[in-house]
């Protein structure tokens, strides 16, 4: 089975500094997409960045970017020069090609940025 | 606009009372997916379809329908509500092929007595 953890509940960070948000996640797939998705308060699901498994080099969506370490199977996402907007839950997903378009999701980290 | 509408928004039912909550898309998109998320759980596809009239379960389909009649719609049924079913509700859609991007709706919150 597929599975990804998110091991931080909750975290905080003063506006204008740099938060990371661990995720691990267990394949035995070599073909798969990472992605981060975040979940601001209107619930809405916006796509943050995505990463895949056979591009060593790391994606960056402006003040978003993460750090991907495939063979311990990590994949953090560092949040620079955090914004109010910027809280949110954070979710850790992927994709595993032999799965089709199914995504699977880890338990999500809130983030939330103090002024 | 492209978007994945879902209604209703929220929802209080009572335990054994069937609903359904409805989704569309105007996108033209072959997939569509249904999850469900629970604190600490994150989301959790409970059934999809690649194509009209091609459906298929997820990872927690107990107590759940689904049809695919229309490209567009996608709609999901609770034939008998029970609490544990209360939660937050995500259809989503895209087009068929490895790592499409999926377009999320707003989500439907529901409460079951």
């Known amino acids: 089975a597929q599975t990804v953890t998110q091991s931080q509940p909750e975290m905080s960070v003063q506006e204008a500094e740099t938060v990371t948000l661990s995720c691990t996640y267990d394949?035995?797939?070599?073909?798969?997409?990472l992605f981060w998705y975040k979940q601001p308060p209107s619930r809405q699901m916006i796509l943050v960045i995505r990463?895949?498994?056979?591009?060593?080099q790391n994606a960056t969506e402006n003040r978003f970017s993460v750090n991907f370490q495939k063979a311990a199977k990590s994949f953090s996402l560092k949040i620079s020069d955090s914004q109010l907007g910027d809280t949110a839950m954070y979710f850790c997903a992927f994709m595993i090609k032999a799965a089709g378009n199914k995504l699977t999701f880890g338990g999500g980290t809130r983030v939330l940025v103090k002024p | 606009e492209a978007q994945v509408t879902q209604n209703p928004r929220y929802l209080i039912t009572v335990t054994g009372k069937k609903l359904t909550v409805t989704c569309s898309q105007n996108?033209?998109?072959?997939?569509m997916s249904w999850y469900r998320q629970d604190p600490g759980l994150g989301l959790r596809q409970i059934y999809y379809s690649m194509n009209v009239e091609v459906t298929d379960k997820g990872d927690v389909p107990e107590g759940y329908k689904v049809s695919r009649k229309e490209k567009r719609n996608f709609p999901l049924i609770l034939e008998s509500p029970s609490p544990n079913q209360t939660s937050l509700y995500f259809c989503a859609s895209s087009l068929v092929g490895y790592a499409e991007t999926q377009y999320f709706g707003p989500g439907t919150r529901l409460l079951v007595l």
């Open positions: 996108m033209n998109h072959e997939y």
């Open positions: 394949t035995s797939e070599n073909n798969y997409y």
């Open positions: 990463q895949e498994a056979y591009k060593q």
